[in-house]
């Protein structure tokens, strides 16, 4: 009996201290918008999130600028809520198909909110090279790292709804 309750104070722990880090993207006009949430009652610490977008089924890329490789319309990078979660990010060129943005901390129910352009590069795109939908964003990685993007520790891929749920093991609450 003892050793049926420690089991299962083992397995109540582990799911609680269970974090899952949820990343979603929102294609819109003028801006696009991704969301970084950690959805559990823990908080991350110091973690990375590296979003990488050229295993994209349309093969995805930030346009940032009025030149160079996007199409029309172009928006910049930029943090726009929970900036204050975010210690240091890679830069962001137009063109570039990669970004780590490092965290002090993701407490829980903390949400990033990112506002930028994706544009794709296939051609003859059904919705044109400006609109994403979840078809095209598909396969882009998003890799959960402990505290300087070295280790990594959890990956998880866009789905069709543009979703991309990564399982986070660890808690430091």
């Known amino acids: 009996m003892i050793r049926a309750l420690s089991v299962l104070a083992i397995l109540l722990t582990s799911l609680s201290a269970r974090a899952d880090i949820v990343v ?4 819109g006009s003028p801006e696009d918008s991704i969301f970084i949430r950690n959805e559990d009652v823990c908080e991350t610490g110091p973690v990375s999130i590296t979003i990488d977008l050229r ?3 349309g093969r995805l890329f930030f346009d940032i600028t009025d030149a160079g490789a996007g199409f029309s319309v172009f928006q910049p990078f930029r943090i726009v809520g929970g900036m204050d ?3 240091a990010l890679t830069p962001v060129n137009d063109g570039t198909q990669a970004v780590t943005i490092r965290f002090l901390n993701i407490p829980p129910d ?3 909110t990112i506002t930028t352009d994706l544009d794709d590069a296939l051609p003859g795109s059904p919705t044109g090279p400006t609109i994403v939908d979840g078809a095209e964003i598909a396969g882009a990685l998003v890799t959960l790292s402990l ?3 070295a280790v990594p520790i959890s ?3 866009f789905d069709t709804t543009s979703s991309a749920t990564v399982p986070l093991s660890i808690c430091v609450s």
Request: hydrophobic share 35%; proline share 0%; net charge negative.
């Open 147 to 149: 505290d300087d993007g």
């Open 55 to 57: 295993d994209s089924a």
């Open 24 to 27: 979603q993207f929102f294609d």
């Open 85 to 87: 979660f975010v210690d």
């Open 155 to 157: 990956d998880a891929r």
């Open 110 to 112: 903390g949400v990033t």
